[in-house]
Each structure stands twice: as C-alpha cells, then as structure tokens.
C-alpha cells in the first residue's frame, strides 16, 4: 500500500537557520504532493502542495519540488523564524482512492530566538 | 473561506458515557475524515466516508462508530468513552476521487476521566 516515510524530529533551529524536512513516499499512481502544518492547539492546515513532476509548491518560504525520479518531496526554507514552531506533515494523495490522504508521522520543528 | 467546523474545541466526558464529535463542511464535498492523533503516533485513521450514508473503517475503528446521514455533516460516536480514548479527534473533508487537498477541522481535544 501507499506509505510515507518523514523525517523523524523534534527539530530544534535557531531563528534564522536553514531548514530541510526529508520526504520519501511509495504510491501506486501517481499522487499529489502536499505539506500540512499544524500550531499548537489546532488542526492540520495546508502548507503548500505539487501536482505534477518537477512542480514546486511555495508559500510563506517554504518550497518544496516534485521529485518523481526519487519519489521525494523534500521541504526547504532559507530562514526559519519562531513563528514557524510547530509540527509539519508530508502527505501524499493518489487519485482514484477517497481513502488515501496518507500522512506522514509528523515532524516536530522548534525555532529558538 | 472553505470551512470544516467541529463542534467543541474541548470536551470533557465520564467513563461509559456516550459521546458525539460533529463535524460539519459547507464546500460540498464528498469525502470526511475522522483521524484521532495522539504523540508519537502521528494522524490515525478511525473512519471515512464518501457518501451520504457510506463508511468504511479506517485503521482504528474499534471502539468508534460513525453517522453521515446529511452530506455536510460526519458524525463521530463513542459508543462508551473509555480513559484510553483521550486523544486530539481531527475532522477532514476532500473533493471526491481526485487528487485534490483536505481540508481540516480546528480538533477536538477530547479527555475521558
């Protein structure tokens, strides 16, 4: 079946610093891409999201690229801030399949001033 | 704004007690979602459905059953609240078979004495 492996945390950074959360996936088709984020206290939101091979999602810095010759969809940012302290989900999506949002096991980042 | 509306933020409850999660969307989708998440254990799949009337166990329904007798609106039922099921309960709902986004809840942060 379709599986996610995440990069496992917590992450602690300090403010300012490079990020890298490792993404690697197995799907039957081909999926959808997609970064959740989560702040404390609340639901997942979408983060940003890839569509097609070589896409890349963005949005508030972050980026992330469509890898489908690695099956990876590693997200970046250049320069962290506190405000970005919470726990990030790589989730694939394949079509035909209501069930299949599958997510990953979540990665804790903590971002010190 | 698309929204996926669960009913309490918090929500206390007895051992034994029958317990109700709602969770209601207004973007007409087909799909919902119930997950629980707990630390270490990532998001957990309890239920979906993808129809009025239509359900399918997710990884961990025992325990759980659900009601979706409108199409906004996925039900979560704890048929006898146990201590072992205080948990964060997530609502999702997503366009059908495609390969399109979910969109989250704000949790129920459940807790049974």
């Known amino acids: 079946g379709d599986s996610v492996t995440q990069m496992e945390g917590p992450v602690t950074l300090s403010e300012e610093a490079f990020l890298t959360i490792n993404c690697t996936y197995t799907?039957?088709?081909?999926?959808?891409l997609f970064w959740y984020v989560q702040y404390p206290g609340e639901g997942l939101q979408l983060l940003l999201k890839?569509?097609?091979?070589?896409d890349k999602g963005s949005n508030k810095g972050f980026e992330a690229t469509y890898r489908k010759e690695t099956t990876s969809f590693h997200l970046e940012k250049g320069s962290v801030q506190v405000s970005d302290s919470a726990v990030y989900f790589c989730?694939?999506?394949?079509?035909?399949?209501?069930?299949?949002?599958?997510f990953g096991s979540g990665t804790q980042l903590t971002v010190l001033p | 704004d698309v929204k996926v509306t669960q009913s309490s933020r918090y929500l206390v409850k007895r051992t034994g007690e029958k317990v109700f999660l709602e969770c209601v969307q207004d973007m007409d989708h087909e799909n919902m979602f119930w997950y629980r998440q707990d630390p270490g254990l990532g998001l957990r799949l309890i239920y979906f459905s993808y129809d009025v009337k239509m359900k399918e166990k997710g990884d961990i329904p025992e325990g759980y059953s659900v009601s979706r007798e409108k199409k906004e609106r996925f039900s979560l039922i704890l048929e006898s609240a146990s201590t072992n099921q205080t948990s964060m309960y997530l609502c999702?709902?997503?366009?059908?078979?495609?390969?399109?986004?979910?969109?989250f809840g704000q949790g129920t942060r459940l807790t049974v004495v």
């Open positions: 890839a569509t097609k091979a070589d």
């Open positions: 989730a694939p999506r394949v079509r035909g399949s209501a069930r299949q949002l599958t």
């Open positions: 999702a709902s997503s366009l059908g078979t495609g390969r399109g986004e979910a969109f």
């Open positions: 799907a039957t088709g081909y999926p959808s």
